[in-house]
């Protein structure tokens, strides 16, 4: 039997984890899984450790250790808790893979100690190039690690910039399904709560990126993800609602012939296509049928309703840690909505402020970049609970 995949998975019970699972589950003698690590759900993670018998675990709460020690010691499984344990996960000694789907920004110090540990990363994790795309790609540059998007839309424009050269793409259209909000007036949208606004017509994910597809945020956080991963400059970057969600995005090249990439709307393509790069295999998920497939619709975002698009666009071109600022101001607004404290427009509004208020700084080392998101992560809350609108 040729040797098996080794992955470490670093946010597996979320929406990303448990689909990579799913996928590792019909391949068991190809994938093999040696380390697992959870924010807070220890039933979840408790049976991923029966199912899987990797061997460390870790939650963030290290007040459940304890109860964590008791599943994995009986299974001669290591269990470890907080940073150190995810440190732990990201640089297993095992592990060729390690699969970073922490949500928001608790995954950029693992993610850069995978990165460190010359792992190869399949990143789903987008806050994380967000907040120090230049860190991450010099830091992969001189570990020599490989760092693979797992983000649809930046999986479909690594598969079709295989074997292209660089100074021949013209420039990258990113696809976006719209969200739920895509035919909403503004009205709708001031007045929609959490419920409507998780809505989403086409994917099913977490409820962080859920509201970030309602913003368009998510495209905005997917805008400077493809800057850092491609190297294309914002204005050579475009996007496009597609709500049917089957064009994953597209590159255009200088000749004008425009390549994309297709596929169902199933995350399990993108992330199986990250942990077998650059391999293709044999896959068990649903196919793509274009007979049956409704008519392909492409139009431009409106951006009065999406104005975190234009906050995003306007981030990146600021740079240093203008996108960092982003990124707090953008995680702080969006909890605040989904435990019902503000209203939609109060999460661009919150943006806005923070952004006024941050002077960027070059983004070159963590020390930098954390106290940055600490102070945004600050001034967003202060700024949320005096009223945006003060
Ligand atoms: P989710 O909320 O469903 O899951 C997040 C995971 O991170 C959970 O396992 C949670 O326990 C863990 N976590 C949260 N805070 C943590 C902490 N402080 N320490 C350790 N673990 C912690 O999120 P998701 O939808 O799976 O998204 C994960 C990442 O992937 C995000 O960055 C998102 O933007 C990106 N992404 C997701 C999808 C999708 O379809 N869900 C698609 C593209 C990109
Ligand atoms: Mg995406």
Redesign the pocket.
């Known amino acids: 039997m040729p040797d098996r995949t080794k992955i470490a998975i ?10 990579a699972l799913d996928l590792i589950a019909q391949f068991p003698d190809r994938f093999e899984v040696v380390a697992l ?5 220890l039933d979840l993670l408790a049976d991923q450790v029966r199912r899987f018998r990797p061997r460390l675990a870790t ?2 709460r290290e007040d459940k250790l304890a109860d964590l020690q008791e599943i994995c010691g009986p299974l001669g499984i290591a269990a470890a808790a907080g940073e150190e344990g ?1 440190s732990q996960v990201a640089t297993h000694p095992e592990a060729d893979r390690v699969l ?5 920004a ?2 950029l110090k ?1 993610t850069l100690a995978a990165i460190r540990g010359r792992k190869t990363v399949a990143l ?5 190039l967000v907040m120090a795309g230049q860190l991450m790609l010099s830091e992969s540059q001189r570990s020599n690690a490989l760092l693979l998007p ?3 839309e930046h999986s479909a424009l690594h598969q079709c910039l295989r074997g292209e050269r660089r100074e021949e793409v013209s420039r990258l259209i990113l696809a976006a399904s719209g969200g739920p909000f895509r035919l909403s007036s503004r009205e709708e949208m001031e007045a929609a709560g959490p419920q409507e606004a998780l809505n989403h017509p086409t ?8 509201i ?1 597809s309602a913003t368009l945020m ?1 495209k905005g ?1 997917e805008i400077i993800e493809a800057h850092w991963l491609f190297g294309i400059e914002s204005s050579r970057i475009q996007v496009l609602l597609h709500p049917q969600s089957l064009v994953h995005s597209m590159v255009e090249m200088r000749d004008g012939s425009v390549i994309c990439q297709m596929g169902t709307a199933d ?1 399990r393509g ?1 992330i199986l296509y990250s942990l077998t790069y650059p391999d293709r295999w044999e896959s068990p998920l649903p196919r793509l049928d274009l007979a049956a497939a409704p008519p392909l619709e492409f139009y431009e975002p409106d951006s009065l309703r999406f104005p975190c698009l234009g906050l995003a666009l306007g981030a990146l071109e600021a740079g240093g840690t203008a996108t960092v600022a982003l990124n707090a101001a953008n995680e702080i607004a969006v909890a605040a909505f989904l435990a019902g404290r503000v209203r939609f427009f109060d999460i661009p509004r919150t943006i806005e402020k923070v952004l006024e208020k941050h002077a960027p700084v070059p983004a070159d080392s963590l020390a930098v970049i954390l106290q940055a998101d600490e102070e945004c992560r600050r001034w967003a809350e202060q700024i949320l609970m005096k009223g945006v609108a003060a």
């Open positions: 670093l946010g597996s019970t979320g929406s990303v984890g448990v689909q690590a959870a924010g807070s759900r939650l963030a995810l970073s789907a922490i949500v928001g608790a995954g693992p789903a994790n987008k806050e994380t797992v983000d649809s994917w099913d994910m977490g409820p962080k990126i859920s970030d998510n956080l995350m993108p």
